[in-house]
Nanobody, 130 residues
Framework: QVQLVESGGGSVQAGGSLRLSCAAF???????????VGWFRQAPGEEREGVAT????????DYADSVKGRFTISQNNAASVWYLQMNGLKPEDTAMYYC????????????????????WGQGTQVTVSS
């Protein structure tokens, strides 16, 4: 079992930056089996959408078109922590942000909608005001 804990959310003005963190806790063997980590977001009344994904340990990344060039996903391998650096925030980025991890082989890539993310964090709220 793997537990994911997000942090770093908050309220910022448009154009500002935030860095979200996602820390994995659990048996080392289970954490080391993680093959994909993704950041997702869900705004009230809207469907959840993928924001950024990263394969591990290869480090292949993918981003939603809406955040390309503004958001960066990264990993601290030693600490089993993943980050989402968000720059140039816009009001439309306002949402609850969740990190998720999976242990299946990413045949179609971690961004594949068919990829099964087994573990989810509790979410952290990001609010961007204009």
């Amino acid at each position: 079992q793997v537990q994911l804990v997000e942090s770093g959310g908050g309220s910022v003005q448009a154009g500002g930056s935030l860095r979200l963190s996602c820390a994995a806790f659990g048996v080392t063997y289970s954490i080391n089996r993680i093959t994909c980590v993704g950041w997702f977001r869900q705004a009230p009344g809207e469907e959840r959408e993928g924001v950024a994904t990263m394969s591990t340990p290869a480090g292949n990344t993918d981003y939603a078109d809406s955040v390309k060039g503004r958001f960066t996903i990264s990993q601290n391998n030693a600490a089993s922590v993943w980050y989402l650096q968000m720059n140039g925030l816009k009001p439309e980025d306002t949402a609850m942000y969740y990190c998720a991890a999976g242990q299946s082989p990413p045949w179609g890539g971690c961004q594949d909608p068919r990829y099964q993310y087994n573990y989810w964090g509790q979410g952290t709220q990001v609010t961007v005001s204009s």
